[in-house]
């Protein structure tokens, strides 16, 4: 998408397949927000926009508008809240103890649940299953969060939405990738009926990583992680 017009210019450095990328990606979408994508390679050769863009932590995803650089996903998600909240949708409350509400799940997802995922990414045996035993927990207390609406925001998706939907392509391949069962539709079957409809917005559906591509992706990774050393 060309980034440049009526919001501005604005530019979005990245990964398509980063699940943090994918947050941002949405938030513009849902704002109908213009924007060049910029591909990054994060591994062997991060760029000198990046890394003037982002000289502390050196990561993605980076926005920049009109040359001025917003990091870390969340952040970067309530600046397009707050830059352009003439524009429907509205990603935050207007009251100030709902907002409060929203930044603490949207903090919970980053600090208590993706860890857990990404445990039942790395972890073998033993390791793994406590992973899966936490991530399920923290799942839990998600979907009692949920509880009596479509989306975490209400009848629209909000801030929380975006925080956990832009994971959701991610854990949903974790579980095939592992064999693990994080979202039981028995146990969760709010936080299911929210995946489903989550997935499905018009907005959202055409910014998601492409699964079967993740697949390849993080099987690849996987396969590195629990093969024994070569050699003796």
Do not use: C, H
């Given at each position: 998408m060309e980034g440049c017009g009526e919001d501005g210019q604005v530019k979005l450095l990245g990964v398509i397949h980063s699940p943090f990328v994918v947050r941002v990606r949405i938030a513009l979408a849902l704002k109908g927000i213009h924007y060049e994508f910029i591909e990054e390679e994060v591994l062997n050769n991060k760029s000198e926009l990046l890394l003037q863009s982002n000289p502390v932590h050196k990561k993605i995803p980076v926005l920049i508008h009109n040359g001025k650089p917003v990091c870390e996903s969340m952040i970067i998600v309530q600046y397009i809240e707050e830059a352009w909240g003439n524009k429907a949708f509205n990603f935050m409350p207007k009251d100030p103890y709902d907002r409060a509400i929203a930044r603490f799940w949207a903090a919970f997802i980053d600090d208590k649940l993706t860890p857990s995922i990404w445990g039942v990414f790395n972890g073998v045996g033993e390791e793994q299953q406590k992973a899966v035993e936490e991530s399920v927990a923290n799942l839990l207390l998600l979907e009692e969060a949920l509880s009596g609406k479509a989306y975490f925001g209400g009848d629209e998706i909000g801030l929380v939405d975006i925080a956990l939907g832009g994971l959701l392509v991610g854990v949903q391949t974790i579980e095939r990738v592992t064999g693990s069962v994080l979202i039981d539709t028995l146990k969760m079957p709010l936080l299911s009926t929210w995946a489903h409809k989550f997935c499905k917005?018009?907005?959202?559906?055409?910014?998601?990583?492409?699964?079967?591509?993740?697949?390849?992706?993080?099987?690849?990774?996987?396969?590195?992680?629990?093969?024994?050393?070569?050699?003796?």
């Open positions: 917005a018009e907005e959202v559906k055409e910014v998601l990583t492409d699964p079967a591509k993740l697949f390849e992706l993080l099987s690849e990774i996987r396969a590195n992680l629990t093969s024994p050393p070569a050699g003796n």
